[in-house]
């Protein structure tokens, strides 16, 4: 990977995902884990915040145990979710009704790298309100700011 | 007069935000846009194809990105981002790459570093002979992918005309 780009990572429903996948942002091969995370009505919250914040953790270098992260069954299911040491991603994108399960985890990142963008999916639409950029930006209006 | 000075500033750094909200949800509101087309066609695509016929059943084993980003910091210390695809080609690459003298026989290529490997079409996922409407879905997810740098720019600007906006008004109240 040395002199490469850095990768786009996708936390969505399935069509987002694989839209996504179809612009060429996958990748995946037999010694890496995928870039990506199809969340399905079964998916746990824990797996996609795990998910979340092994992929921005770990881009930034960060060696983090996930201690929460050791149920056989989920590792049994999904072996390639730990996204451990990886630094090799720029951007992460994530719908917006899934960012709003871990909302903490993502007001929790404050490093520019990767870039956490949210897009909205299909059966939920944009708000605005809830996106992360502009509600710091809504805050500079607020005396709570102030204090 | 100081006070005025800073008034101004104020008043100049919070106009510079209502701009850059502008902008961001201008941005936004085309990204959203072409992301919904997407939805879209891939909905025609998989009402031709049959309902399982597009999704993750249908990914390869094995992927090589055909698109990656390029982060940098500008001299201001915000982060820029720049999206690139596969076969795109700087200025700069454009033209040989050696100033020595062609032979006729057997030209020695240079082999070129490319920024990635051949990967195959994500489109054979999903067989020989695809629906219109998937390529289609194809292009709007392409187009998505390039516009996401716009939008993730405004974002750190954002952030550092906030930090100094209430950085000046708390050191002066």
Redesign the interface.
């Known amino acids: 990977m040395a002199g490469r780009g850095k990768l786009i990572a996708v936390i969505g429903d399935e069509d987002t995902v694989t839209g996504f996948l179809l612009g060429g942002i996958g990748e995946l091969n037999k010694n890496r884990h995928p870039n990506f995370l199809v969340v399905e009505k079964d998916t746990t919250v824990n797996e996609i915040e795990d998910t979340f914040r092994a992929l921005g953790a770990f881009s930034a270098g960060e060696a983090e145990a996930s201690p929460d992260h050791h149920d056989p069954q989920l590792l049994n299911e999904t072996p390639n979710r730990q996204f451990l040491n990886r630094d090799d991603i720029g951007i992460i994108l994530i719908n917006q009704y899934i960012a709003e399960m871990v909302r903490h985890a993502l007001d929790a990142h404050q490093r520019s790298i990767p870039a956490v963008l949210e897009i909205p999916s299909k059966e939920h639409p944009y708000d605005a309100a809830k996106d992360s950029i502009l509600r710091r930006a809504r805050g500079m209006f607020t005396a709570e700011d102030l204090r | 007069m100081a006070a005025a000075d800073l008034r101004a500033e104020l008043d100049s750094l919070?106009l510079q935000?209502l701009w850059?909200?502008e902008e961001?949800?201008s941005k936004?509101v085309a990204?959203?846009a072409r992301?919904?087309e997407?939805?879209l066609s891939?909905?025609k695509a998989r009402y031709a194809m049959g309902a399982k016929s597009?999704?993750?059943l249908q990914?390869?084993?094995?992927?090589?990105?055909?698109?990656?980003?390029?982060?940098s910091e500008a001299q201001n210390g915000l982060?820029k981002?720049r999206?690139?695809?596969?076969g795109a080609q700087s200025p700069e690459e454009v033209g040989p790459r050696e100033a020595a003298l062609r032979r006729r026989k057997g030209l020695t290529r240079i082999p070129e570093?490319e920024?990635?490997s051949a990967?195959p079409n994500?489109?054979n996922w999903f067989g020989i002979l695809v629906p219109h409407s998937?390529r289609q879905?194809?292009a709007?997810?392409?187009e998505?992918?390039l516009k996401?740098q716009m939008?993730?720019e405004?974002?750190?600007q954002?952030?550092a005309t906030?930090s100094f906006?209430?950085g000046l008004?708390?050191a002066h109240?």
């Open positions: 919070l935000l850059d909200l961001l949800e936004r990204l959203n992301v919904e997407g939805w891939l909905s597009v999704g993750p990914y390869a084993s094995r992927m090589e990105p055909q698109v990656c980003v390029c982060t982060q981002f999206v690139v695809r596969a570093p920024v990635f990967s994500p489109l998937l879905a194809q709007s997810f392409q998505e992918t996401l939008v993730l405004m974002k750190p954002m952030e906030d906006f209430l008004l708390v109240l």
